[in-house]
């Protein structure tokens, strides 16, 4: 037991076990073997988390600083995660597998949502009305909700993690994270920069376990104001059920199945590294995965060749060598369930031009790595067109025209993103507005920023993260009413 690193969750500014002293193994997606000792917590720590986030609320230095004062610690956070990104990317790698070149460029990334929100924290303005009423002063105020719970998956925690940490606190909220039970390492990492910046005790809190344990316990919690979850449609929607039997605000990024639609008037070679950047990218792990392929039918079949001799290039192996390509799948059910999708596929009938299993190269040891699949002849009503794999597997579908397009890449219950590649101005706007999605790419792929609202159309989600919209989803608006009368007119009649 001596190689494993023991991690403590983070509490009310302690670190700490489980009440119970139960731990669970993080492993190496590259090796196949635990590398970390996570505590399992429970009901138990959850209640400590929640009373420690209310209490560190209602009482203490937090809700007595000015907003440019947590302004200020967000943008020391965000210098401390700076200084520590390269460290912590190679923490993420060893426990999720993606590749070290993606993640030091995010924990590179991560510090700008720290200083942009903090930034805003001093720029929360309510306003004047100018009431029908006479004799009155009329005002809102923009206040924070409390404890707000974040609830993280394992592609890319603490970039999910600063989509919602950054516009919480900001808003004078304090926070909970529960990071998936896959890669908590990265979250309790991040939590020694938030102690060492000198946020008040309680005020964000990292509370490691099970997603049906833990995870459950936070959300019916009722200290917890808000939830703010990214992951899985299905856990998505049990969470939702979950916060509303106690009427809690509920954020929700969800998963995908996104379009990423070449036209016969696009630049074929851009075209071909959008479409490789769309699936193959994070190991297709990624909730905007152009996991749909829309090729127009005048150039599907050099498109397929031109993309084949690309992908089938690309290096495997070690991810937290600089020049690896693709990566291994972070967890065993999801490499059961990609690899399961590729066997749906093939039963489905659709054509498999490219990997189709397991990879089983050399460079690949242990790990649990997936060679990358591309699927051609996919009709859209397949399962695989369908639904989220979540890994590298791409299902190409032919269309005729504009209208056909259209149809195929909205006949999807999911609506998160969708690329469109063309040189015609007029068509990349008309598809722009008929797309059915929360983000839509014209001649690129796989953009993301602090300052541009991220977030689903129907089953992908609901609310946004990012940019100025992002906070007032922490917050929440009161009237205020003052009278300039000098005596209460008729308190019969309503004013
Ligand atoms: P899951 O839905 O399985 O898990 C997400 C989080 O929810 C984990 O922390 C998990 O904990 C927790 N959880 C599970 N069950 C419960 C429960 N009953 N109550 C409370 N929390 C629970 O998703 P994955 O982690 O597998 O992530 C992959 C999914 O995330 C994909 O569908 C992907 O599209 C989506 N995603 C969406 C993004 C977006 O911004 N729209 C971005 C990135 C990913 P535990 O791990 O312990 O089970």
Redesign the pocket.
């Known amino acids: 037991m001596a190689e494993f690193v023991r991690y403590k969750m983070f509490i009310g500014g302690k670190w700490t076990d489980a009440a119970d002293g139960e731990v669970f193994e993080s492993f190496n997606p590259f090796t196949g073997k635990p590398w970390a000792l996570i505590p399992r917590g429970k009901a138990e720590d959850a209640n400590r988390a929640a009373e420690a986030a209310h209490t560190a609320f209602t009482t203490g230095d937090w809700p007595k600083l000015k907003a440019f004062q947590r302004g200020a610690l967000l943008r020391k956070l965000a210098d401390l995660i700076a200084r520590d990104a390269e460290r912590i990317a190679h923490i993420e790698v060893r426990d999720n597998g993606k590749l070290i070149a993606e993640m030091a460029g995010q924990l590179r990334y991560i510090p700008q949502w720290y200083h942009y929100f903090g930034g805003l924290a001093d720029k929360i303005e309510g306003a004047v009305i100018p009431t029908d009423k006479a004799e009155m002063f009329n005002f809102t105020r923009h206040e924070p909700l409390g404890a707000c719970l974040g ?6 925690p603490l970039l ?1 993690l600063a989509y919602k940490l950054g516009p919480a606190l900001a808003a004078g909220n304090t926070f909970i994270c ?5 890669t908590s390492a990265s979250t309790l990492e991040f939590a020694k920069l938030v102690e060492e910046a000198g946020f008040p005790p309680g005020v964000f809190n990292v509370a490691t ?4 344990e833990i ?2 316990a936070l ?1 019916v919690h009722p200290r917890i104001a808000k939830v703010a ?8 929607t ?2 939702y059920e ?1 916060a509303a039997s106690q009427l809690k605000r509920v954020t929700l ?4 199945k996104s379009p990423n639609i070449v036209f016969d008037d696009a630049d074929l070679d851009n075209a071909v590294k959008g479409a490789i950047s769309g699936i193959f990218a994070a190991t297709g792990q ?2 905007v995965a152009g996991s749909r392929l829309l090729l127009h039918e005048k150039i599907h079949n050099q498109f397929v060749d031109r993309l084949l001799a690309l992908a089938s290039t690309a290096k495997m192996g070690d991810p937290s060598h600089m020049d690896t390509q693709v990566g291994p799948v972070t967890t065993p059910p ?1 490499y059961e369930k990609v690899l399961n999708y590729i066997e749906i596929a093939k039963g489905e009938g659709a054509t498999c031009v490219l990997g189709g299993g397991r990879a089983k190269r050399p460079e690949c040891g242990d790990g649990w790595f997936v060679e990358p699949t591309i699927f051609t002849g996919v009709d859209n009503k397949m399962r695989i067109a369908q639904e ?1 794999v ?1 890994g590298p597997v791409l299902s190409v579908i032919p269309f005729r025209d504009d209208d056909e397009a259209l149809h195929i890449a909205n006949d999807v219950m999911y609506g ?1 993103a969708a690329g469109v590649w063309t040189q015609n101005i007029r068509r990349a706007l008309a598809m722009s507005e008929r797309l059915q999605a929360g983000t839509v790419w014209v001649n690129t792929y796989r953009a993301i920023s602090y300052m541009t609202p ?1 977030g ?1 159309y129907k089953r ?2 609901l609310g946004r993260e990012n940019g100025q919209e992002a906070i007032m989803s922490y917050l929440q608006t009161k009237a205020v009413w003052i009278s300039t009368a000098t005596d209460v007119p008729n308190p019969f009649v309503m004013r």
């Not at 529960?178 to 896959?182: H, L, R, T, Y």
């Not at 979850?229 to 998505?236: H, K, L, Q």
């Open positions: 609830i993280t998956a394992w592609n890319s999910l529960k990071p998936s039970e896959f376990g099970f997603g049906n995870g459950d959300v979850f990214t992951g899985s449609e299905r856990t998505g049990k969470v979950r990024e969800l998963g995908g990624t909730c999801q989220e979540f998160l991220f689903g992908s989600g």
